[in-house]
């Protein structure tokens, strides 16, 4: 097999600067300090207005500035030394010795990958973990490919108007000006794959991204020949209806599959990162039987030899389901090239297949076909072996096969690189107080002068009043306690718990002596009314006289204003109705930066909590939801009345808040090892992938 993948149009460059290219053509630069520098300081104007997207900036470059850099001998000798040790890196590191998978690949499958805020193919949570997941991966030289779709607009851009109505807005992606290499078969043609969708074959085109060293194929069906529906399939991340979502899903899993093949790739393990590519299970049965000449028993067990299956949401609305009548016209190809009725493939994905009025489940057709399954944090695991316990009438929901994996991080990709500096410094002991207070504080800063600028942006845009225009230099200050809330404006995630007592709220926001200030950020689903009422009812707070400049909502929550705010904050809040939040990563990122969590006990907050690295409230123990929510929001308020507060303010005659900092070390070191993506990968490997690899 002779495949090529090309990369969209290159400028040409003088010699200095030819590294440019090679380094922006393979993401591990966004997790390289220096190089995510270089590419910065290109031109700092253009990668502000060019989305933080290299390959955009090199373009846009004009002339005197192409001959400036290459004249220019540190830069370039700096450009040479990163492309050298990018080489080095892709060159193959130490193979973990433990994890010998004897040249067998993982094949990893996710509906959207979070990798850099310049690739919009991600929504939140499940693509950031699995972004997260792929450079860890690469880091330890694991054997795996990773499969998603080709969005044309991603998840949507959100804009929050004066009235704080929250708009949404899509931007094409250009993939000929991103990291994104179409596949060419050995005729020089687009490698295109022809699947079987209801009456119709659909074409798709396949494109590679480099993670460092792990490939992340892509599949694309705006391609010339299909119908502007079909075209359309991978057009919006979660977006259209039902029958989109069917189409999407399909693709994935049949067609990811498909494409692998196609490029000689065969997984010996299938990890499905959510239920949206569950789709896959039937295509390997399909191929047991037909190509492996199977029973369907026997290639039942085949399937569920290779495949991993990892569950991410406790909430039954985030487990997709479909009418059965609508999937079986997706599988009777896959039954009829096995002979089977097409039953019995949809009886797979039910719980009781002789209940007419149930609909097909993917997360129960992959818990039926994976070998191993699991829940993404000790308590998400408990929770999901509870939700799931009817699959196994005959099992205690103890016995009930779902283990956990705690999620991770990415370390290299979220800490500041001036603490990591300090972290390295410092080796096995912890960073001094005076120099991690210094840095913090100027990354607390550094968050202020991004928020101002960012409210700058919005208002603007808006046609805010001048008066308001010139009072953003007076929104915030750099040495008030500052509080960080960023996440998905569900109802459960209770963003406004605190402002369920608003003269409560605007006593310890606006307090003289220990003021206290909040950013908010995150987009509320489009079909979702009361998540945008969440994001107006903040908004419509963040103005009234007494919290103006103290209370701030950003609209465009993204990886780069995620990394600013979870660098740069003192406080990370997180609030959700316990025990609906899997595990949450956004207060491990925080936490890594030195920033004290102040938490639910509730998802990774169970594990990570242990009283000395940051602060717990909550409970769910036999009240209604009311009450519950009553109860947190005044166990919050003492907290951060009476210690949190208090503590930031207790300055020694060295202005240091000595016991904060010791917090600060203690979350730092408490967090880091065991919340990484590392630690993750490594357990997903030994406890699951190689196990599957070995009996292949
Ligand atoms: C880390 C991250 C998330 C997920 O964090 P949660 O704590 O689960 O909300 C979502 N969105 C972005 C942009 C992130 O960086």
């Not at 540190?74 to 193959?92: C, M, P, W």
């Not at 487990?319 to 797979?348: K, T, W």
């Not at 979702?528 to 969440?534: A, H, I, N, T, V």
């Amino acid at each position: 097999m002779s495949l090529t993948e090309r990369f969209g149009p290159e400028r040409a460059l003088p010699a200095p600067l030819a590294p440019l290219y090679e380094i922006a053509h393979n993401l591990w630069w966004t997790w390289d300090a220096e190089a995510t520098r270089l590419m910065i300081e290109l031109d700092p104007v253009l990668w502000k207005s060019g989305r933080h997207n290299p390959l955009a900036v090199i373009e846009a470059l004009d002339a005197p500035r192409v001959a400036a850099l290459a004249a220019d001998a540190d830069f370039t000798a700096r450009l040479a030394a990163v492309r050298d040790r990018q080489r080095a890196y892709l060159g193959g590191g130490e193979p973990p010795i433990d994890l010998d998978f004897g040249g067998r690949l993982v094949g990893y499958f996710c509906a959207e990958f979070g990798i850099h805020e310049s690739l919009p193919i991600y929504s939140g949570g499940l693509g950031i973990l699995a972004g997260d997941h792929l450079k860890a991966a690469s880091d330890r030289d694991l054997p795996l490919v990773a499969v998603g779709l080709a969005y044309r607009y991603g998840y949507f851009h959100q804009e929050v108007d004066l009235a704080g109505r929250q708009h949404e807005v899509y931007l094409a992606n250009d993939f000929e000006r991103l990291p994104m290499a179409l596949v060419h078969d050995r005729f020089g043609e687009p490698l295109t794959l022809s699947l079987p969708y209801p009456g119709r074959k659909v074409l798709a085109h396949v494109w590679k991204v480099s993670v460092g060293r792990i490939p992340l194929y892509l599949l694309d069906t705006d391609v010339p020949g299909n119908n502007a529906e079909d075209r359309s399939i991978t057009g919006h991340l979660y977006g259209g209806n039902e029958d989109t979502r069917v189409r999407q899903e399909f693709l994935l899993g049949v067609g990811g599959l498909r494409a692998l093949r196609a490029m000689g790739i065969a997984p010996a393990v299938c990890h499905l990162n959510e239920g949206h590519s569950s789709f896959l299970c039937l295509e390997q049965l399909r191929r047991h039987v037909v190509d492996g000449s199977q029973t369907f028993e026997r290639a039942m067990a085949s399937v569920r030899a290779g495949c991993v299956f990892t569950t991410h949401t406790p909430v039954p609305a985030g487990n997709d389901n479909f009418e059965v009548a609508h999937v079986m016209q997706y599988l009777r190809p896959l039954a009829a090239g096995m002979d089977e009725p097409v039953e019995r493939l949809i009886a797979l994905g039910l719980t009781d297949p002789a209940n007419p009025h149930e609909r097909f489940e993917m997360t129960v057709l992959a818990l039926r076909l994976s070998r191993f399954a699991n829940g993404v944090s000790a308590l998400h695991g408990e929770v999901s072996r509870g939700m799931w316990q009817h699959l196994w009438p005959d099992r205690t929901t103890a016995q009930v096969p779902i283990t956990s994996v705690t999620n991770g991080v990415h370390m290299p990709t979220w800490i500041a690189p001036e603490i990591e500096a300090l972290r390295r410094e410092a080796g096995a002991g912890a960073p001094a107080p005076e120099r991690l207070w210094s840095e913090h504080e100027h990354l607390r800063s550094e968050l202020i002068g991004g928020v101002r600028r960012r409210l700058r942006r919005q208002l603007e845009r808006n046609g805010a009043p001048a008066q308001e225009i010139l009072d953003i230099d007076r929104v915030f200050d750099p040495h008030t306690l500052t509080i960080g809330f960023a996440r998905r404006f569900a109802e459960y995630k209770r963003a406004t718990l605190l402002m369920s007592d608003p003269d409560r709220f605007v006593r310890l926001l606006a307090n003289a002596d220990r003021p206290v200030q909040m950013l908010m950020a995150g987009k509320a689903h489009p079909r979702s009314e009361p998540g945008k009422l969440l994001i107006q009812r903040v908004w419509e707070l963040s103005r009234i006289p007494a919290l103006r400049g103290r209370l701030v909502l950003l609209e465009g929550y993204d990886i780069a204003l995620a990394r600013r705010m979870v660098q740069g904050a003192d406080i990370w809040l997180n609030t959700p109705r316990r025990p609906l939040e899997a595990s949450g990563t956004s207060g491990m990122k925080a936490a890594a930066n030195g920033a004290l969590n102040l938490s639910v006990l509730d998802g990774w907050w169970c594990e990570g909590y242990d009283g000395r690295n940051g602060w717990a409230f909550g409970d769910d123990h036999g009240v209604d939801e009311a009450t519950q929510d009553a109860r947190d929001a005044d166990e919050l308020f003492e907290l951060l009345e009476k210690v949190v507060v208090p503590m930031f303010y207790d300055r020694g005659p060295d202005g240091l808040p000595r016991a904060w900092i010791e917090r600060m070390q203690h979350a730092m070191s408490s967090v880091v090892p065991r919340f990484s993506t590392e630690r993750m990968v490594d357990e997903y490997a030994g406890r699951f992938y190689l196990p599957c690899a070995m009996d292949d």
